[in-house]
T-cell receptor
Framework: EPEVTQTPSHQVTQMGQEVILRCVPI?????FYWYRQILGQKVEFLVS????????KSEIFDDQFSVERPDGSNFTLKIRSTKLEDSAMYFC???????????FGPGTRLTVL | AQSVTQLGSHVSVSEGALVLLRCNYS??????LFWYVQYPNQGLQLLLK??????LVKGINGFEAEFKKSETSFHLTKPSAHMSDAAEYFC???????????????FGQGTILTVHP
């Protein structure tokens, strides 16, 4: 069964450094999402992406964040200058045009020191 | 605007007992409702969903949920708990203004289910 994959599974970085989190959505899906879950808190929506542009973003998704689909398979989340409060589990999800379900990847745990 | 409230951050049951995880939602448009399960060190897996067809929805692993518009609820149940059901469960809502099913999910805070032998 097709699945969403994410790399790396765990990323440790120093405050102020740039990180790129990578996702490979299910191949025929066209809608892509990033969510994050700070330890002990709710899963929060960050951004949705369709047709090579952001379709919706939350207040969390400020100028430090960006998303990109650099080729036909990857979907990336970049944090330009990480802060301690960016430490969280980041989930990628994808959705096809014939389904109402978002399929989630296993997540990347980001630790900012 | 949408929101989800899950009553009880921790629920503990005995193996073989009824599982009931509560979810109430608020939505300004007709909602799509989902239950996801997260096992330790894994991602979110869809258990079941309500998308305006039958109000009683059956999912994987023997779980089911009933959409009650009058109560704005979508509680998750399973008649007989199994040890393997121990996980964290998330209720989520998605709006469908304009008939679309695409858009952000708003999650509840999650309920950790513990199953005792």
């Amino acid at each position: 069964e097709p699945e969403v994959t994410q790399t790396p599974s765990h990323q440790v970085t120093q405050m102020g450094q740039e990180v790129i989190l990578r996702c490979v959505p299910i191949s025929n899906h066209l809608y892509f999402y990033w969510y994050r879950q700070i330890l002990g808190q709710k899963v929060e929506f960050l951004v949705s992406f369709y047709n090579n542009e952001i379709s919706e973003k939350s207040e969390i998704f400020d100028d430090q964040f960006s998303v990109e689909r650099p080729d036909g398979s990857n979907f990336t989340l970049k944090i330009r200058s990480t802060k301690l409060e960016d430490s969280a589990m980041y989930f990628c999800a994808s959705q096809g045009t014939s389904t109402d379900t978002q399929y989630f990847g296993p997540g990347t745990r980001l630790t900012v020191l | 605007a949408q929101s989800v409230t899950q009553l009880g951050s921790h629920v503990s049951v005995s193996e073989g007992a009824l599982v009931l995880l509560r979810c109430n939602y608020s939505s300004s448009v007709p909602p799509y409702l989902f239950w996801y399960v997260q096992y330790p060190n894994q991602g979110l897996q869809l258990l079941l969903k309500y998308t305006s067809a039958a109000t009683l929805v059956k999912g994987i692993n023997g779980f089911e949920a009933e959409f009650k518009k009058s109560e704005t609820s979508f509680h998750l149940t399973k008649p007989s708990a199994h040890m393997s059901d121990a996980a964290e469960y998330f209720c989520a809502v998605s709006g469908r203004a304009g008939g679309t099913s695409y858009g952000k999910l708003t999650f509840g805070q999650g309920t950790i289910l513990t199953v005792h032998p």
